[in-house]
């Protein structure tokens, strides 16, 4: 499995994290071990211009993410086929500022928004009040059990 991480925020963060992570929620989705994922985390002009291109929305927001192949989870014995997750994009400034509101760190508020990223590539969303729970409790899940392997 692939998992590239950009840091073109000019934030310090460690890349090496992101990219275990993402590893970490690929594994525990039964996503095919040779499939490929995005992380990049950009400042908030570029995060900007991103929001206002594909989502039509001003100003930047904390997260993005850009499905490729269109896998979803696959089960125990079963995973999906091998191919290209897709793209994440993060705004370390933006998640800075949703930390401090949380009363976290901003790599804690990060690392949540990598899964909440991730998840969204797999098919999750969270416009219905059960969706809304169905991804926020999974999402929880699984980054209490990254963090607990740290």
Not at 6 to 19: H, I, L, Q
Not at 49 to 58: A, N, R, Y
Not at 60 to 66: A, F, I, K, Y
Not at 135 to 142: A, G, P, S, T, V
Request: aromatic share 6%; hydrophobic share 40%.
């Amino acid at each position: 499995m692939s998992v590239e991480v950009r840091n073109e925020s000019g934030y310090d963060v460690d890349e090496a994290e992101f990219a275990a992570l993402g590893r970490f929620v690929i594994d525990a989705m039964h996503v095919h071990p040779q499939t490929d994922l995005s992380i990049t985390l950009v400042g908030t002009d570029a995060m900007t211009d991103l929001h206002v291109q594909w989502m039509d929305e001003p100003g930047p927001t904390d997260v993005l993410s850009w499905p490729m192949d269109e896998l979803r989870p696959g089960r125990e014995g079963d995973p999906t086929p091998a191919g290209l997750l897709g793209d994440v994009v993060l705004c370390p400034e933006v998640a800075a500022a949703q930390a401090r509101t949380a009363g976290h760190s901003t790599e804690d508020e990060l690392l949540l928004l990598t899964t909440h990223g991730i998840l969204h590539l797999l098919g999750y969303d969270h416009v219905e009040p059960e969706e809304h729970k169905e991804m926020f409790d999974l999402q929880r899940q699984l980054l209490l059990r990254f963090l607990a392997t740290r």
